[in-house]
T-cell receptor
Framework: EAGVTQFPSHSVIEKGQTVTLRCDPI?????LYWYRRVMGKEIKFLLH????????ESGMPNNRFLAERTGGTYSTLKVQPAELEDSGVYFCASSQGLAGIYEQYFGPGTRLTVT | AQSVSQHNHHVILSEAASLELGCNYSYGGTVNLFWYVQYPGQHLQLLLKYFSGDPLVKGIKGFEAEFIKSKFSFNLRKPSVQWSDTAEYFCAVKNNQGGKLIFGQGTELSVKP
């Protein structure tokens, strides 16, 4: 069974540019989560999809971040325009069934560097 | 708001030493507790979890953790570490309704051969 995959693994962009991160969850997993780890800090929740619907987006930092999950399969996280403080590692995780019960499986992360 | 505190940022041990990593959380309701590990170059993976029942939970690779409700703690232990346990360890909590995980800052463990 394929795990959670993320693309790209690393992205370097300039301040003001746009970047789109992609996450492919494990097949059949209804729940998809985005997290972010800024260097030296804890991993922080960004948002949670159940199928194609946003269940909880309380962690999204501001309106420069836009997440979508068309058709309830893969998800994208767009940052537009990127700022220096957006640098960090963006993790995606997925889980099956009821969100409160099942283990979240994490992807390898996308390391975003904004210069 | 929920929060998780891990007591140590970096722990250095020799092989065969015993390990205990501290984790405290703040939340008044029912919680689910987790320890995740990230080995160098690998994904975050679940070591163990506590949902209910026996507060002493056993995970993979000889790790265990004890939930002490009165202390809001969920410390991770291993009697004898190996060089291959070198990794970063994360404690996480979520309430029993939602899905989002609240993580601690992480503890980097270095085991000397």
């Amino acid at each position: 069974e394929a795990g959670v995959t993320q693309f790209p693994s690393h992205s370097v962009i300039e301040k003001g540019q746009t970047v789109t991160l992609r996450c492919d969850p494990i097949s059949g997993h209804d729940n998809l989560y985005w997290y972010r780890r800024v260097m030296g800090k804890e991993i922080k929740f960004l948002l949670h999809f159940v199928k194609e619907s946003k269940q909880d987006e309380s962690g999204m930092p501001n309106n420069r971040f836009l997440a979508e999950r068309t058709g309830g399969t893969y998800s994208t996280l767009k940052v537009q325009p990127a700022e220096l403080e957006d640098s960090g590692v963006y993790f995606c995780a997925s889980s099956q069934g009821l969100a409160g019960i099942y283990e979240q499986y994490f992807g390898p992360g996308t390391r975003l560097t904004v210069t | 708001a929920q929060s998780v505190s891990q007591h140590n940022h970096h722990v250095i041990l020799s092989e065969a030493a015993s390990l205990e990593l501290g984790c405290n959380y703040s939340y008044g309701g029912t919680v689910n507790l987790f320890w995740y590990v990230q080995y160098p170059g690998q994904h975050l993976q679940l070591l163990l979890k506590y949902f209910s029942g026996d507060p002493l939970v056993k995970g993979i690779k000889g790790f265990e953790a004890e939930f002490i409700k009165s202390k809001f703690s969920f410390n991770l232990r291993k009697p004898s570490v190996q060089w291959s346990d070198t990794a970063e360890y994360f404690c996480a909590v979520k309430n029993n309704q939602g899905g989002k995980l609240i993580f601690g800052q992480g503890t980097e463990l270095s085991v000397k051969p």
